[in-house]
């Protein structure tokens, strides 16, 4: 089954979204396999975005991601990846549509409430790196008789 990388970012944590993020994935039908508060270090920041180490906002991201703690977690479920990302909704708030948790909880760009893995690739690299093998559960859930 497929997982992916989801974090609430240090200004959902710190607006009390975390309940109702993991509620809306949750209520999804999705699987919650592994789950924590931490701070986050600038290495760990730096290479989870590494990809964006030539842009112009790079040292605000990595600034913003460490400034507070983050909930992170890994979800299982079938197209887990490409579902999770439509229920975050567009990068930028101002474009994500309501019902999306951007487009519900978020005003800009900076402060987007929510990361999660934008592709396998992605997924696989990101669990890795924020995840140890035993940080992350599998387990069976009767519901998913239900789901599936
Ligand atoms: P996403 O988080 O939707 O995968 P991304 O990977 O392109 O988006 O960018 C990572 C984060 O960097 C994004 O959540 C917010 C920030 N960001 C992206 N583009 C930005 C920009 N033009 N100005 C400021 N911050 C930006
Ligand atoms: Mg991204």
Redesign the pocket.
């Not at 396999?33 to 790079?58: D, I, N, Q, W």
């Not at 977690?73 to 309501?98: H, Y």
């Not at 990101?126 to 940080?135: G, V």
């Given at each position: 089954m497929e997982r992916s990388f989801i974090m609430v970012k240090p200004d959902g944590v710190q607006r009390n979204l975390v309940g109702e993020i993991v509620s809306r994935f949750e209520n999804k039908g999705f699987k919650l396999v592994g789950a924590k508060l931490m701070t986050v270090s600038k290495e760990l920041a730096e290479e989870h975005?590494g990809e964006?180490k030539e842009r112009p906002?790079f040292g605000e991201?990595v600034d913003f991601i460490t400034s507070s703690p983050v909930f992170a977690m890994v979800w299982e479920g079938e197209n887990v990846i490409a579902t999770a990302r439509q229920m975050m909704g567009k990068?930028n708030p101002a474009d994500a549509l309501p019902g999306t948790i951007r487009g519900d909880f978020g005003v800009t760009?900076?402060k987007?409430v929510i990361?999660g893995s934008?592709s396998p690739e992605s997924a696989g690299r990101e669990i890795s790196l924020w995840f140890k093998e035993d940080e992350v559960s599998e387990y069976n859930k009767q519901v998913d008789e239900w789901v599936y």
């Amino acid at each position: 089954m497929e997982r992916s990388f989801i974090m609430v970012k240090p200004d959902g944590v710190q607006r009390n979204l975390v309940g109702e993020i993991v509620s809306r994935f949750e209520n999804k039908g999705f699987k919650l396999v592994g789950a924590k508060l931490m701070t986050v270090s600038k290495e760990l920041a730096e290479e989870h975005y590494g990809e964006h180490k030539e842009r112009p906002f790079f040292g605000e991201l990595v600034d913003f991601i460490t400034s507070s703690p983050v909930f992170a977690m890994v979800w299982e479920g079938e197209n887990v990846i490409a579902t999770a990302r439509q229920m975050m909704g567009k990068t930028n708030p101002a474009d994500a549509l309501p019902g999306t948790i951007r487009g519900d909880f978020g005003v800009t760009m900076g402060k987007n409430v929510i990361h999660g893995s934008d592709s396998p690739e992605s997924a696989g690299r990101e669990i890795s790196l924020w995840f140890k093998e035993d940080e992350v559960s599998e387990y069976n859930k009767q519901v998913d008789e239900w789901v599936y």
